[in-house]
């Protein structure tokens, strides 16, 4: 009997103490005892950096702004690469057509003449100055203290 008894001292301890631990003593509750009290924590508060909440929001936040940022780069970087691409099909294009409109027996764009044929007349294009001779273009450089002629 007597071990029974401690059997059912040792139970009833052992299922008190955790209502003790979660009970709180509360006037306007029914015989003045609750089971658990309420929470007053604000999890992430602005002065609580390292709360999860405060930690989640500044990741998210951050990420969007440098995803956001990085996907305008990407395609300010392709439309550049377009333009370039098409600047480079419009300048062979020209080429194309301006070594299809060449006289017969003259020289290919991109030679290097040191005198210039008889009967060139200046002419400006775009703010460079060209040398016409006969329908071929001349635009004058210097190789090193030597001037010459590059055929366009």
């Keep these: 009997m007597n071990r029974t008894r401690s059997n059912s001292k040792a139970f009833v301890v052992t299922m008190a103490l955790p209502v003790l631990y979660l009970a709180a003593v509360e006037p306007e509750a029914p015989a003045y005892l609750t089971l658990a009290m309420e929470a007053h924590a604000v999890v992430g508060a602005p002065l609580t950096p390292a709360s999860a909440a405060g930690v989640a929001r500044r990741t998210t936040r951050r990420v969007a702004v440098a995803s956001t940022s990085t996907t305008a780069q990407q395609q300010s970087a392709t439309a550049q690469q377009q333009s370039a691409a098409a600047q480079q ?64």
């Design 89 to 152: 099909q419009t300048a062979a294009a020209q080429q194309q057509t301006a070594a299809s409109a060449r006289p017969p027996g003259a020289p290919a764009a991109g030679v290097v003449v040191t005198a210039l044929p008889a009967g060139c007349k200046p002419e400006t294009r775009s703010g460079v100055e060209y040398q016409n001779c006969g329908g071929v273009y001349y635009r004058a450089a210097f190789q090193g203290e030597n001037l010459v002629y590059v055929v366009q």
